[in-house]
């Protein structure tokens, strides 16, 4: 071979290592974009304790509708009842003949 040949050949190398380390430099910058969108979306998702916090919060909006709920069926059991409806009456009456002076 003589030096020319081998010049070109070695040029022909370099050129191949160069257009190689490039694809390389390339393929470094993406893994590196899409590692840092993943930590991004990573530092910004909801952590153990972000969940923690909303099931406390959840429990005890559920345990306050629990007692309304609670309290709301005893009022309308209460108001649904015969016997509160004559008590009432007569809680009424007896409220009206002593204001309309009718009892001394």
Known sequence: MTAQTEIGTLAVKV???SGQLRELIHQQNNMAMKLDGLTERMLTSPTRADFEKL???VEALEAERHRNDGVRG???GVMR???AAWAVAAGAALFAAFKGDVLK
């Open 15 to 17: 050129g191949e290592i």
């Open 55 to 57: 099931e406390q919060r």
């Open 74 to 76: 005893f009022v309308l």
């Open 81 to 83: 009842s015969p016997v």
